[in-house]
């Protein structure tokens, strides 16, 4: 697959803005320290081709007035000691690259196999404080569509922030305001001193210590066998009859009322445990993220920008999994979830703060390496998209018509996206070991009713 550089600049803030360094949260430096990769397909009109202004250049423009708004992308991170980081606001700029290729859009579009080379390469080796925090690339190819990849470094912003942010910049790209500036201020979820009722503890070890295979002293073999990646459909249908299936309870159907997340997932988990031919006693983890924003006390202001997320694990035993009702899975996930209120959030942070070093959990999974800390067999870790505003993004040539994740090779890396026409459907994008995919596939269609 060939994809040409035509061009790389470093596009800046068009005004000057705030010179400063902040001190990040410990959920900014804490699991994946990467960029997340995400692409956009287009199919412009003719008209934009012949217009005076390219579309390179309507990027390039939108970008440096947005980034006036955003300035901490604008900026770089370094490491201060002892796995942390901080931001330098320096408005170094952000990459964008301007590519071509000879093939046509639909030789890729869904094919995650060929995204990598239509997102900008982030080179890891390098130190973090020359990495860009943001980079993005439009390739256009034969047939006259166009490719826009874009990573978002994880440090600075969870999936609504960087949402905000490529909303923000499509808005100015068409000449139209800004409709919400960004809150940037990491000293929110910032550990604090707190009464020792709600001083850290052992319960959030989930992540630090995940089961293993039985009979495995590690899984560094398991991470690093071959992978593959597949992007399968569920329709409307399939989410209904796996959601009746689940909330069936003693005292008739919706019983439960589990959510649409909470079904597919337990359904993803239970076809990987089969796929996977596990032991009927191996423990195995979920591992998810639940957005606090609206769970602290007070919430965080509707445009705040940062990571507002945390990690969240369920467990159970594979046999229980496989063999007992849907419901029971579950229920696991819901027992996960329920936990986090403001008392749970605030010991979580100021357990982060107690750790000497941040180096143990870092995640650089994305690219660098496939030594993930949670990954890999025995586990799973199901991300929701499904409630993010991930389509109708629009630069002035029309919406997009695939909006997906960019590459991502780490077995058991799971996202769940909303279908594109919003009628319940659901996509779900999963990393596994080439061995378990024709498995894992086959479990997962035919245990729908």
Same mark, same amino acid.
């Given at each position: ?16 803005? *705030? ?10 430096? %804490?699991?994946?320290?990467?960029? $997340? ?54 408005? !170094? ?14 030789? #890729? ?33 034969? *047939? ?114 589990? %959510? ?12 990987? *445990? ?48 496989? %063999?007992?009702?849907?419901?029971? %899975? *579950? ?19 100021? #357990? ?11 995640? #650089? ?55 594109? !026409?919003?009628?319940?459907? $659901?996509? $779900? ?7 378990? !995919? ?12």
């Amino acid at each position: 697959m060939e994809v040409s550089i035509k061009s790389s600049s470093m596009v800046k803030p068009i005004e000057p803005t *705030c010179k400063v360094v902040f001190r990040l949260s410990e959920w900014d430096q %804490t699991g994946i320290i990467t960029h $997340v990769p995400t692409v956009y397909f287009y199919k412009p009109s003719q008209e934009w081709f012949i217009s005076s202004k390219s579309i390179i250049d309507t990027l390039k423009d939108s970008l440096s007035r947005v980034l006036v708004h955003f300035y901490p992308l604008a900026g770089r991170v370094q490491w201060i000691g002892q796995g942390r980081l901080e931001l330098i606001c320096n408005s !170094m700029g952000v990459e964008l690259i301007e590519a071509e290729s000879s093939i046509n859009l639909s030789d #890729f579009a869904s094919k995650t196999n060929l995204f990598e080379n239509l997102v900008p390469f982030v080179d890891y080796n390098k130190p973090i404080h020359e990495l860009p925090l943001v980079s993005g690339q439009i390739t256009k190819f034969r *047939c006259g569509g166009i490719c826009l990849g874009v990573n978002i470094s994880h440090i600075l912003a969870d999936g609504q922030s960087a949402l905000h942010f490529m909303s923000e910049w499509a808005r100015l790209a068409r000449d139209e305001p800004l409709e919400m500036a960004p809150y940037f201020n990491p000293n929110i979820l910032r550990a604090q001193e707190l009464p020792m009722t709600l001083a850290p503890s052992n319960m959030h070890t989930e992540f630090i210590t995940p089961p293993l295979l039985i009979g495995q002293q590690n899984n560094l073999d398991e991470r690093r066998k071959i992978t593959t990646v597949a992007i399968l459909s569920l329709s409307k249908y399939h989410v209904e009859s796996l959601k009746k299936v689940a909330n069936e309870g003693p005292n008739g159907p919706n019983t439960y009322n589990y %959510t649409r997340y909470e079904v597919v997932t337990s359904h993803i988990w239970r076809s990987a *445990c089969k796929a996977r031919e596990h032991h009927r006693e191996q423990p195995t983890c979920l591992g998810f993220s639940v957005d606090v924003r609206n769970r602290l006390h007070p919430p965080l202001p509707p445009n705040y920008f940062g990571n507002a997320i945390l990690d969240v694990v369920a467990s159970s035993r594979s046999g229980d999994i496989i %063999t007992l009702p849907l419901g029971f %899975t *579950c229920a696991r996930i819901r027992e996960a979830i329920d936990k986090f209120d403001d008392q749970y959030i605030w010991s979580n942070i100021n #357990f982060w703060k107690s750790l000497i070093d941040f180096s143990p959990f870092q995640d #650089f999974h994305s690219r660098k390496s496939k030594d993930a800390p949670f990954y890999g067999k025995p586990n799973l870790g199901v991300i929701s998209w499904l409630t993010l505003p991930i389509y109708g993004l629009d630069f002035g040539w029309g919406t997009e018509i695939y909006m997906g994740p960019g590459a991502h090779d780490s077995d058991g890396d799971c996202i769940m996206l909303p279908g594109p !026409m919003d009628d319940g459907s $659901v996509k $779900v994008a999963i990393c596994l070991q080439l061995a378990h !995919m024709d498995a894992f596939k086959k479990y997962f269609f035919e245990d729908i009713i």
